[in-house]
């Protein structure tokens, strides 16, 4: 029986998620978008329309921070598969309303409780992983962080340590955009979520043990295929937290590259406090959250799609031994922010974050992925979702001993 699908959100990953879905129809049932602003899922389906995609697709008011409005929704709508791109703030209401009804859970990011900023590690143990035996109780499929980067990077640590290791070492997951979106500065992504990321101590697993520093405090210069020379930072990021479970005796780190411009800009914002969640009083007594005024004064990240042009670089940097011979592997893709933009009408950033969970979607229906219990990515076999992300747009290459080809 066809699996209908819900989609959550109406961001920029969402519009990249629905258009998948939607050229990928055959592999499901009815589908649906839900948003807090039902005007804006609506134009999203506008958009798949105007790409000539005659698809039935219905848009739905949902306040997502209800989870029994969520499993109202689903109910109604008889949904087999949701597929979480809203704030990173609703994703345990959502879980909670899939493990209510029996639903198919992906998300693309961890849970973040808004009133809590950069908490200690490991986060999924915080909130996802105390849903683990609901979920198995209920028989719900629930994958975690199937975006990019948490998701296929999970899923190339997984190849590496299929096919190329018996013992693995080290993983360094690189996310460089080479990008240039003509404005004098903006996020890719939700600005909220993405200075919360970076005003905390960074966390990474090394030695066997978390290690912290401070945000742009650790930083190396990488040559990568395609993008070239760059400068990354020892960045806190989602995956982490799931890989150091997996790869407990590996030193697992993230670095996400920087220009001047923005570490210039983030610098003097935090310094005024001007990221900071915590409310302020203006000498008219109005109270205001320094972090939500500037995400409001910046641009919609959505809005920089049409201008942007040049190329990401995201990858997986493993090393270990095979049979006690030292080696190591890149495992990466490229994408294009223009390419992007003309397939879907979101920039690069949006694509590479929305392509996955489609992915995902698809091998839960097929049953490749349907587990019924909740898993993150790199617990899932990692050559089906990676060939299939080739057909939906997003190829996999190898760096090995034999030199750059395709996986």
Request: a negative charge.
């Amino acid at each position: 029986m066809a699996k209908n699908v819900l989609i959550i959100g109406a961001g920029g990953v969402a519009q990249v998620v629905a258009h998948k879905v939607a050229q990928n129809a055959k592999e499901f049932g009815t589908l649906h978008i839900a948003s807090r602003t039902v005007s804006k899922a609506e134009q999203i389906i506008t958009s798949i329309r105007e790409k000539g995609h005659k698809v039935e697709f219905t848009a739905h008011p949902l306040d997502a921070m209800d989870s029994d409005a969520v499993a109202a929704l689903i109910r109604q709508i008889d949904a087999n598969i949701v597929i979480n791109v809203g704030s990173a703030f609703v994703n345990m209401t959502v879980l909670q309303g899939c493990i209510d009804t029996g639903a198919a859970y992906l998300d693309t990011a961890i849970h973040e409780d808004p009133a809590k900023v950069c908490e200690t590690p490991p986060w999924y143990g915080n909130y996802e992983w105390k849903r683990r035996e609901a979920c198995e109780a209920a028989g719900v499929t629930a994958i975690l962080g199937v975006g990019f980067d948490p998701g296929v990077v999970n899923a190339y640590a997984r190849l590496a340590e299929d096919e190329y290791f018996d013992k693995v070492e080290s993983i360094d997951i690189v996310d460089i955009n080479a990008g240039s979106h003509g404005r004098w500065f903006a996020t890719n992504f939700d600005p909220e979520i993405n200075f919360r990321e970076f005003t905390g101590t960074v966390y990474s697993w090394q030695k066997g043990a978390w290690q912290e520093n401070k945000m742009f405090e650790v930083g190396r210069e990488w040559d990568l295929p395609v993008v070239g020379k760059q400068t990354a930072y020892l960045s806190g990021h989602d995956e982490v937290h799931s890989l150091s479970a997996r790869y407990k005796d590996a030193d697992v780190r993230f670095w996400m590259g920087f220009g001047a411009h923005y570490i210039n800009v983030f610098t003097v914002l935090q310094n005024l406090g001007l990221l900071s969640e915590q409310p302020v009083k203006t000498a008219e007594g109005t109270e205001v959250v320094p972090l939500k005024l500037v995400k409001a004064v910046l641009p919609d990240p959505s809005s920089l799609a049409p201008d942007y042009v040049g190329k990401t670089c995201i990858g997986d940097l493993v090393k270990g031994t095979q049979n006690g011979k030292p080696g190591e592997v890149f495992i990466y893709n490229v994408a294009d922010h223009k390419e992007a933009f003309n397939e879907v009408g979101s920039q690069g950033i949006s694509y590479t974050a929305g392509v996955p969970p489609v992915a995902a979607a698809i091998l839960v229906a097929r049953g490749t992925w349907d587990v019924k219990k909740m898993a993150n990515v790199e617990e899932l076999p990692a050559r089906p979702f990676l060939e299939l992300l080739g057909d939906l747009g997003l190829p996999t290459r190898v760096i090995d001993a034999t030199g750059d080809h395709p996986l």
